[in-house]
T-cell receptor
Framework: GQSLEQPSEVTAVEGAIVQINCTYQ??????LSWYQQHDGGAPTFLSY????GLEETGRFSSFLSRSDSYGYLLLQELQMKDSASYFC???????????FGTGTQLKVEL | GAGVSQTPSNKVTEKGKYVELRCDPI?????LYWYRQSLGQGPEFLIY????????DSGLPNDRFFAVRPEGSVSTLKIQRTERGDSAVYLC???????????FGSGTRLTVV
């Protein structure tokens, strides 16, 4: 089976940088995705890493180390609207099935 | 359509009843997924369609759950003899490419009383 670990809660101030870590144990690993979900809303896709290294998309970056079974999501210049839950998810099959972690609730304070 | 559409947005049903949840994916997306999410948890995989066929149904919890996608577009998740433990938000998503991101619908909140 698959298991993912991420912190349950992170708090940061507006304008700061925050890193949300994700470690995983799985077989047949294909890639790591990140999704954002606001309260009462649908998860929205942020990034996908299939290879080691850093992917940057605007204020958000995602990193993967396959040898360490570890990844992180980096959010820069935090804004109040970034307060949400963030989920890492592993793709483990030749299809596109994802297994999600339990999520990290990010609170951005003034 | 422009996004993934799920109907109804809310469904309250009595224990033991049958329910159908509908998902209309983004036009042209061949892959369609059903997940369910309980409060404070991540989405839990149920079933994945590639075209009309179920490519992976390993997440369906038992034989009360069934899903179809007869024409490779709209999908229906069917739950028989509902139980209180089935209460959750049922999310549908679609994607164009393998490895690409999912686009989720807003979900159907199912409450079994």
């Amino acid at each position: 089976g698959q298991s993912l670990e991420q912190p349950s809660e992170v708090t940061a101030v507006e304008g700061a940088i925050v890193q949300i870590n994700c470690t995983y144990q799985t077989s047949g690993f294909y890639g790591l995705s990140w999704y954002q979900q606001h309260d009462g809303g649908a998860p929205t896709f942020l990034s996908y890493n299939a290879l080691d290294g850093l992917e940057e998309t605007g204020r958000f970056s995602s990193f993967l180390s396959r040898s360490d079974s570890y990844g992180y999501l980096l959010l820069q210049e935090l804004q109040m609207k970034d307060s949400a839950s963030y989920f890492c998810a592993v793709r483990t099959g030749g299809g596109n099935k994802l297994t999600f972690g339990t999520g990290t609730q990010l609170k951005v304070e003034l | 359509g422009a996004g993934v559409s799920q109907t109804p947005s809310n469904k309250v049903t009595e224990k033991g009843k049958y329910v159908e949840l509908r998902c209309d994916p983004i036009s042209g997306h061949t892959a369609l997924y059903w997940y369910r999410q309980s409060l404070g948890q991540g989405p839990e995989f149920l079933i994945y369609f590639q075209g009309t066929g179920a490519a992976d149904d390993s997440g369906l919890p038992n034989d009360r759950f069934f899903a179809v996608r007869p024409e490779g577009s709209v999908s229906t998740l069917k739950i028989q003899r509902t139980e209180r433990g089935d209460s959750a938000v049922y999310l549908c998503a679609s994607s164009l490419n393998q490895g690409g991101g999912y686009t989720f619908g807003s979900g159907t909140r199912l409450t079994v009383v």
